[in-house]
């Protein structure tokens, strides 16, 4: 950081003339150590559940467990597992936003069907120990279904698993017609819980960045869902704007450029005389 790093190659000629050739290789260098950084993370997430795994392995083989002790630690080898596969799922989609050159696939979105699906699983994810409340206005969002579906479902499970019991989830797409200029799009999903210090808010979409490693892992977090809606957003023009209070909670709202909203058709205007 601040330092610049430089390769430098000496090209001597026959007649003692040398050549300096220097290169600045900060930027390279720099992607090198994120990859490393990358791998170290990757493999430090998939051995810590293998690890648990292969202990439970042991103590099943060991010893003689009642009915329900032997189910009980089959589940906890389950949940093993479910995060294991959370995880590669999560880096696949990952490498796929990552690695696509295309433009996202422009299908057109119903905005209100979406939001009553995303409170359908915010329910089911919450188990009935939140209050879940949504608002919908009209318009179509044009892009890839399956990327943003990923991306609103990771803004509404966090804001779930984010807020203690008896806390508040809100989802909300509005359509903000503008006195002049072009109207504004934007979804966002407001939570009542647990808050994020600002330090944290310009890191939280960098893969693997979370600011309680425990209480993610709890929640069955991979630390890659904000790094998948970075992406997602990025491919459609959309801007990610984050507001939190620790304690008090936390929104997260999306605005899409105006070229990807379709509006519902507005009555045809009489004919001018
Ligand atoms: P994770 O799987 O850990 O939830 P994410 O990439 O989705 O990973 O989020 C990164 C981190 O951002 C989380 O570990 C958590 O610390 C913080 N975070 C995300 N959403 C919220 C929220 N709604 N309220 C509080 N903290 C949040």
């Known amino acids: 950081r601040g330092s610049l790093l430089l390769s430098v190659q000496v ?27 990358f791998v170290a993370n990757v493999s430090h997430e998939i051995k810590t559940p293998l690890t648990v795994i292969a202990g439970f392995v042991e103590s099943l083989r060991g010893l003689d467990f009642s009915a329900e002790e032997r189910e009980r630690i089959l589940g906890l080898m389950q949940e093993q597992s479910d995060r294991m596969r959370h995880l590669v799922e999560d880096l696949l989609t990952l490498a796929h936003l990552e690695g696509d050159p295309h433009q996202p696939a422009e299908e057109r979105l119903n905005m209100r069907q979406m939001v009553d699906r995303l409170v359908a699983d915010a329910r089911a994810l919450s188990g009935g120990r939140h209050h879940i409340e949504a608002s919908a206005d009209g318009g179509d969002l044009r892009g890839a279904r399956t990327e943003l579906v990923s991306a609103f479902t990771n803004l509404v499970s966090n804001a779930v698993r984010y807020t203690p019991a008896g806390g508040d989830v809100r989802i909300a797409w509005r359509v903000t017609e503008q006195d002049y200029g072009d109207p504004v799009a934007e979804f966002s999903v407001s939570d009542s819980g647990i808050g994020i210090a600002a330090e944290h808010i310009p890191r939280l979409t960098e893969r693997f960045y979370r600011v309680d490693r425990g209480r993610s892992r709890e929640s069955g977090g991979t630390g890659l869902g904000l790094a998948i809606v970075k992406h997602v957003l990025l491919r459609h023009q959309a801007e990610l704007r984050i507001s939190s209070q620790p304690g008090l909670g936390s929104t997260f709202s999306v605005r899409f450029p105006v070229q990807r909203l379709v509006l519902p058709k507005a009555p045809a205007a009489p004919d001018a005389p």
Do not use: C, F, N, W
Not at 11 to 36: C, N, P
């Open 11 to 37: 090209i001597s000629y026959g007649d003692g003339k040398k050549l300096l050739l220097s290169r600045d290789v900060t930027q390279v260098e720099r992607t090198e150590a994120m990859r490393r950084d």
